[in-house]
């Protein structure tokens, strides 16, 4: 069946360093690609998505490239903020009304 | 526009009780997704529903568990006979009718089984 495989955490970074979470998919078919956060006590919030090859998704600084030759769609930031402490997830939805499928979560910890 | 409502927030059940979680989606929102998500996991799908139907539930255990999305009200996830296994953070996702794909999360029940 489909899945999704992230990196795992913690990772801690200080203010302002570079940020790469991977993350790679396993799917039938061409799904679609999502980056979810979730900060402390709260639910999942989309943070950006991409739903075809080559596209990339961006939000906040954020930034994702979805590339299907290495089924990978790796999330990006150039200089994190201690307010991007939260546990991402990639996900992917394959088509039509299917549900998503998360990866486990990366943990993040930004430090000033 | 309020967001996704699930309430409780946390709950704590003893070993054979029942739980009943509820979500009230966004408004103008027909379709509810449940997903679980146990420690130091991703979420899992569960179930889904649109009003008064049940659509997939290709993810819920087959026993003990139950899900409904009335025409009127809250969808609600009942656990019956709740064991510590259960214990988990369950969270419920609502989306518009023409756009499945755009999930919009509630904060979750945390529930705790003693």
């Known amino acids: 069946g489909d899945s999704v495989t992230q990196m795992e955490g913690p990772v801690t970074l200080s203010e302002e360093a570079f940020l790469t979470i991977n993350c790679t998919y396993t799917a039938t078919g061409y799904p679609s690609l999502f980056w979810y956060v979730q900060y402390p006590g709260e639910g999942l919030q989309l943070l950006l998505k991409a739903t075809k090859a080559d596209d990339k998704g961006s939000n906040k600084g954020f930034e994702a490239t979805y590339r299907k030759e290495t089924t990978s769609f790796h999330l990006e930031k150039g200089s994190v903020q201690v307010s991007d402490s939260a546990v991402y997830f990639c996900?992917?939805?394959?088509?039509?009304?299917?549900?998503?499928?998360f990866g486990k979560g990366t943990r993040l910890s930004v430090i000033a | 526009n309020a967001g996704v409502m699930q309430n409780p927030r946390h709950l704590v059940r003893r070993r054979g009780q029942e739980a009943r979680l509820r979500c009230s989606p966004m408004k103008g929102h027909s379709h509810v997704y449940w997903y679980r998500q146990l420690p130091e996991e991703g979420l899992k799908f569960m179930v889904y529903l649109q009003k008064e139907n049940i659509i997939d539930e290709s993810g819920m255990p087959k026993e003990r568990f139950s899900a409904e999305f009335p025409k009127e009200g809250p969808s609600i996830l009942r656990i019956q006979q709740v064991v510590r296994g259960d214990s988990a953070a369950y969270f419920c996702?609502?989306?518009?009718?023409?756009?499945?794909?755009?999930?919009?999360f509630g904060p979750g029940t945390r529930l705790t089984v003693t």
């Open positions: 996900a992917l939805r394959n088509s039509g009304n299917t549900p998503l499928v």
């Open positions: 996702a609502s989306s518009p009718p023409t756009r499945p794909y755009e999930q919009y």
